[in-house]
T-cell receptor
């Protein structure tokens, strides 16, 4: 079956520091990987969508300078939260799919707490 | 910008009862809807997806879609306490590839 792993599951960082999180797809080829954030009391916001061999598309209010993403192959993606502040806390989800018309499978998420 | 509206915000049903959740998109280019369930502290798990008019049933779950009104609904019959969770509706427009837009969710509580 299709599985998506995320690491770490929970992390705490000091305000102003950076945190890198990883996403691993197992059992299928993750042609596209979407990174979302669920802030407290909010729904999931798409940060960016990465498709292999295409440019990474960032949503409004999210930038590459703040959330650089790497998607080097069909099973792995990473995203860094640079210069994290209180408003960056939340659950960061990775959603991976084989193709543009396929179901997105989510990992367990990385919960980020900023002190 | 596309919006996905879910209603009600929260729903309480007795064990064995029927829970009905609604979702509407404002984007006429939307062609696919997903329903996800998220238990507290967990990541969302896909329940069902639908892209054709009509209904689709899997066990206790039934999904309806009206493409003309861009409205989908999820019905859970014989609700169980373990169904208590946040239910998220996600919509995707044809041209947007894997970009999903999520609604705010409906919190379902099933009591004994």
């Amino acid at each position: 079956g299709a599985l998506v792993y995320q690491y770490p599951r929970r992390t705490i960082c000091k305000s102003g520091t950076s945190m890198r999180m990883e996403c691993q797809a197992v059992g299928f080829q993750a042609t596209s990987v979407a990174w979302y954030r669920q802030s407290p009391q909010k729904t999931f916001e798409l940060i960016a969508l990465s498709t292999v061999n295409s440019a990474i598309k960032y949503e409004q209010n999210f930038t590459q300078e703040k959330f650089p993403i790497s998607h080097p192959n069909l099973s792995f993606s990473s995203m860094t939260v640079l210069n994290a502040y209180l408003e960056d806390r939340g659950l960061y989800l990775c959603g991976a799919a084989t193709g543009p018309q396929d179901t997105q499978y989510f990992g367990p998420g990385t919960r980020l707490l900023v002190l | 910008q596309q919006k996905v509206q879910q209603s009600p915000e929260s729903l309480i049903v007795p064990e064995g009862g029927m829970a009905s959740l609604n979702c509407t998109s404002s984007d006429r280019n939307v062609d696919y809807f997903w329903w996800y369930r998220q238990h507290s502290g967990k990541s969302p798990k896909m329940l069902m997806s639908i892209f054709s008019n009509g209904e689709k049933e899997e066990g206790r779950f039934t999904v309806h879609l009206n493409k003309a009104s861009l409205h989908t609904s999820l019905h859970i019959r014989d609700s169980q306490p373990s169904d208590s969770a946040l239910y998220l509706c996600a919509a995707r427009a044809t041209s947007s590839g894997q970009k999903l837009v999520f609604g705010q969710g409906t919190i379902l509580k099933v009591y004994l």
